[in-house]
């Protein structure tokens, strides 16, 4: 029967996953895999989430989340998804930065870059050394009101341009800014730093089939254009959700929708305490993207310009001119042929951060007009790399954070999701209603591929445990922090 198919689905189901992006999908197939019955729902007729790609006339396809990745994803897709899988993903190794400060290509590990801070930028190496053992440092972890900012500066005060090279990626993989908690951006830096960068060879088509071959042989059953309306809640319980006009119930929810849309829209305030209420509301949601996807005529070969490019015309780096209106900095992220060898096709995504208010109150001519104007920028900038790209492009076009919103149903087209504190809201939502769970990017560290692979298992932990209680007939757990 179609994936598509509303009807003939059961009455209920031990747990509903709505959504299916990385999150969605990997709490729904660790619960499959535990024997429950799962039903995993998606309102896109496209699995995935944000990892997703598109096709486009000429052969080509578009990745528009494969940028980069830590070597975690390799330990985490084998334990929790397929040895087939994790054997597909490899490095990036020719990263390059280029920006008026400093020019130069790394692999971005932690050999490498204490390596490029001591040749390049002319630190000690104990000073690099001391850097890089703080950030595992355990007080460290316990500060929450240093921020990333002062983390970086008690380690390289008046440098500028180290502050660049340490921040701008992490910037661009999961929206962060200097004012963030250092943790975060610790964790995430030494995630990188444990062995550079990653991506799925093959495509993101090629690893979310994958994905729900394996989640569909564990057992669970998989809905596309199937948006719930209702997370339907009754004396603090829940009891399933409303699909397409129908009911079908469900001892445990795990939302992998937005966690500001799941309390206030899907479940309704209604059912949660207005404290608890105050503090969704006051979670702050992560920036957006811009993007331009750039397919090059079939045979077409440019030299090795680097996989992944951070390049930037601001004098210096700040999060705001990284999420200026007309960008001033981009990614290139160029995908050789080998990264689909059977199409032999070249493709390039530029990606910038950007803000939704940018874009959302564009009457539709003037929106179109920016979108061309963002592509003419871009294929400007491109030349500086490949000259004469301009006669090699057979596919060219944009996404801005209304594609985003619209595709995911993200609040303000968020690309990585909310930032820290939605984290503790997502936690804590099952001891506001009972069997209620949330799965997906949030408070910056559960963000991204590896992080919404990692928290759909957590997730999926809690609610195996919930799931067992109550077929076992034990009293509701307690619901112990993560
Ligand atoms: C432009 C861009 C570039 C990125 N680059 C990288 C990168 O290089 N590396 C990296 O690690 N991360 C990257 N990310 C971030 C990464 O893609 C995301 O953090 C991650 O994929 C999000 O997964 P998620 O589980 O939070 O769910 P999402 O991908 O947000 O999926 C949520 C799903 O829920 C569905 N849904 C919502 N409401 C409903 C409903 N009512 N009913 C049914 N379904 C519903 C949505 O349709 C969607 O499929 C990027 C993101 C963007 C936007």
């Known amino acids: 029967m179609g994936r598509d198919k509303l009807d003939e689905l059961a009455d209920a189901y031990d747990a509903i996953v709505i959504g299916s992006g990385l999150g969605g999908l990997t709490a729904a197939n660790q619960l499959a895999k535990s024997g429950h019955k799962v039903l995993l729902l ?31 994803m390799v330990k985490s897709c084998r334990k929790y998804w397929t040895k087939e899988i994790a054997d597909s993903i490899v490095q990036v190794k020719d990263i390059r930065f280029r920006n008026p400060q400093f020019n130069l290509s790394t692999t971005y590990d932690r050999e490498d870059f204490a390596e490029n801070l001591v040749r390049l930028f002319g630190v000690g190496r104990n000073a690099v050394e001391r850097f890089f053992s703080s950030l595992g440092a355990a007080d460290f972890y316990k500060d929450m009101c240093l921020t990333t900012r002062e983390l970086l500066e008690r380690y390289f005060p008046n440098r500028p341009d180290i502050l660049r090279l340490l921040m701008e990626p992490i910037a661009y993989a999961n929206g962060s800014t200097f004012e963030d908690p250092a943790h975060t951006y610790a964790l995430v830096f030494s995630n990188f730093m444990q062995k550079g960068v990653y991506i799925f060879r093959g495509g993101t088509d090629a690893l979310i089939r994958k994905m729900v071959g394996e989640l569909e042989r564990n057992g669970a059953v998989v809905r596309i254009c199937a948006n719930v309306e209702r ?54 949601m992560g920036s957006s993207s811009t993007q331009v996807y750039i397919g090059l005529k079939h045979g077409a070969t440019i030299p090795a310009i680097g996989d992944l490019i951070f390049h930037s015309d601001a004098p210096a780096f700040s999060s705001a001119s990284l999420l200026a209106r007309k960008p001033v900095s981009r990614t290139f992220s160029v995908y050789y042929p080998d990264m689909r060898p059977r199409r032999g096709r070249t493709t390039i995504v530029s990606s910038t951060n950007a803000e939704y208010r940018d874009w959302a109150g564009l009457g539709e001519e003037e929106y179109q007009r920016q979108k061309q104007q963002l592509i003419e920028d871009t294929l400007v900038c491109l030349e500086q790399y490949i000259p ?20 995911t149903q993200h609040l303000f087209g968020a690309s990585f999701g909310t930032k820290y504190e939605g984290l503790k809201v997502s936690r804590d939502l099952p001891a506001q209603v009972r069997g209620l769970f949330h799965a997906g990017s949030v408070g910056i560290i559960m963000s991204g591929w590896l992080g919404t692979v990692n928290y759909g298992v957590i997730v999926a932990d809690r609610v195996d445990r919930f799931l067992h209680a109550i077929k076992t007939g034990r009293a509701q757990p307690a619901y112990a922090a993560l």
């Open 42 to 72: 998606e309102q896109h007729y496209q699995l995935g989430g944000l990892a997703t790609w598109f096709r486009r006339k000429g052969g080509h396809i578009f990745d528009i989340s494969l940028h980069g990745f830590p070597f975690g």
């Open 231 to 284: 997370i339907a809640i009754e004396d603090g319980v829940v009891r399933g959700v409303k699909v397409g006009g129908r009911f079908v119930r469900a001892g445990a929810v795990v939302s992998n929708a937005n966690l500001k849309s799941t309390v206030l829209k899907l479940a309704g305030p209604e059912h949660f305490n207005p404290g608890f209420i105050k503090e969704v509301e006051a979670v702050r």
């Open 388 to 407: 004469g790209v301009r006669a090699m492009v057979d596919h060219v076009e944009a996404a801005t954070p209304r594609t985003v919103e619209s595709y």
